[in-house]
């Protein structure tokens, strides 16, 4: 289980995420939405520690999670990554592997097998050794997919994973996540529009800085919780 206990995260003194609690447990799909500077993403690198928090902790099976970060596979936003770097798709995804060898040892058979099997299983082995900045967003977006399968973790935390992206791209990912979640993984998923795809999920948690409802999509998903979290600016779609 992860624990997310009485969170909260400042940028310079302007509050971005206010006291928010939440469980998680294994074999779950749970989305996090809300508006634009929501905290959505805020949250998501608190709980990896890539910001501190002003108040709060987070633990993974009552453990500290900033003590287990190899359990924890992280998909960050495509705007976040430096898509001029010079190397190839089969090699990033290779990067996460580099907890499983001594250091300055090349790649193992093993290691080699996992990286092609989740190339493989977002269909981009074909594009092995393809620089990552030729790619469309759609397939770049699957490389750092099939990074984090080679990662073997038990967490995933993805940022935003379908924006920009086909709807072929979309319906591979969540076929990945449906499998990761049969495999009784967590899966935390930060979403952005309010669609058809909400059904993929089992829960929800909408938030804006702080937690507004969590549950299932029929009771977070309510004309009262969104104008809450949106204002006047929502536009409901409870029948899509």
Not at 19 to 33: A, Y
Not at 177 to 200: A, F, M
Not at 208 to 236: C, F, H, M, W
Request: charged fraction near 25%; charge should be positive; hydrophobic fraction near 40%.
């Amino acid at each position: 289980m992860l624990e997310v206990q009485q969170v909260a995260v400042n940028y310079r003194g302007i509050v971005a995420v206010e006291n928010i609690s939440f469980c998680l447990t294994s074999g779950q799909i749970v989305g996090i939405i809300g508006p634009n500077g929501a905290g959505k993403s805020s949250l998501i690198k608190s709980i990896l520690g890539l910001i501190p928090l002003a108040q709060g902790k987070i633990t993974y099976r009552s453990q500290a999670l900033s003590k287990q970060l190899d359990q924890v596979a992280y998909i960050p936003q495509r705007a976040q990554i430096d898509w001029d770097y010079p190397i190839t798709v089969e090699k990033v995804v290779m990067m996460a592997r580099i907890r499983h060898r001594p250091l300055f040892r090349p790649p193992s058979r093993q290691s080699k097998e996992i990286v092609k099997n989740a190339l493989e299983r977002v269909g981009m082995w074909d594009l092995r050794d393809r620089p990552i900045g030729q790619l469309s967003g759609g397939q770049q977006q699957r490389v750092f997919l099939a990074q984090a399968l080679a990662q073997e973790a038990e967490l995933f935390l993805f940022d935003e994973p379908f924006s920009g992206v086909d709807k072929k791209t979309e319906r591979m990912i969540f076929n990945v996540l449906d499998d990761l979640k049969k495999q009784g993984k967590i899966l935390l998923v930060v979403g952005h529009e309010l669609k058809e795809t909400s059904r993929e999920y089992d829960r929800f948690l909408l938030i804006n800085k702080k937690l507004i409802a969590n549950g299932s999509r029929s009771e977070v998903i309510t004309p009262e919780n969104l104008q809450k979290a949106y204002g006047d600016n929502v536009i409901l779609l409870t029948n899509s």
